[in-house]
């Protein structure tokens, strides 16, 4: 049973294999059971896994809690960053003394799966979860992520955003637009600091790590006939030095005049767009 569930057992699950209390405690001071959260054991150690935490999480949520948030997107491996908290979301809120956040929410029985032997919820449920938490750019990267794994349905999603008016919709909206438009989304904190400059200082937004004339640029403005790169240490290697002058060919051929910068130079991008 343990074997199956990360590691874990629950102490129903424990009586209906025949353990009473006190056979439940002696384990307990043997050290083959030990207790992580009220009702969830661990069997033989507590060197936890990703996804056993994950899983005692949702046990100790109880029944019809699933993961949420930035850990169910850690989980499907559509998300880049370890998740800073451990969400799930329940049918009713319980105090519990848990690691992660409890949220209470209805949930469609279209807005739950199991993935790796965890119950979570959908992508796209997740989809509008993550609104609460991220930004619509962030969030057209978990789109692009998922749908490179097959794990994206667009009709799902638009049901699923539907069923959640009241919550940011626009933001959900507006992420799976920048998908269907080719954008892979933000793929660097240095990209997401600046977008948020450029909403800041009300500079036209561009078009996102979509492609320009057969390439993938990180930045474009087809009004302004302007593309941006940020370059990373990797882009010192010759190899892909070669690919980034190809690159910028293309896009040269294509009318655009190309800057590249150091991913910390943000403002001097913002000056280079305000010029424009």
Known sequence: MAARQHGLVTVAQLGAAGLDKDAIARRVRSGRLHRLRRGVYAVGHTALSREAQFLAAVLTAGE??????LACAELYEVRR??????????????????????????????DVTVHKGIP???????V?????????????NVIHEAAFRGLFRLEDTCAAIERGRGRKTSVAKKAVQLHLDGSAGVRSRGEL????????????EPRLNTDLNGHEVDFHWPALKLAIEFDGPHHARTRTQRQDERKAEAWRSAGYE?????????????????MR
């Open 64 to 69: 019809g809690a699933a993961l949420s948030g």
């Open 81 to 110: 960053w370890r998740a800073p908290c451990i969400d799930v979301v329940a049918p009713k809120e319980r105090r519990v003394r848990t690691n992660a956040r409890i949220h209470k929410a209805r949930l469609h029985r279209d």
């Open 120 to 126: 979570c919820t959908t992508i796209a449920r997740l």
């Open 128 to 140: 509008v979860d993550l609104t609460d938490q991220i930004t619509s750019w962030e969030i057209a």
């Open 193 to 204: 600091r600046f977008l948020i400059a450029l909403e800041r200082d009300g500079l036209p």
């Open 258 to 274: 190309l800057l590249r910068f150091a991913p910390e130079h943000v403002g001097a991008a913002l000056r280079a767009v305000t």
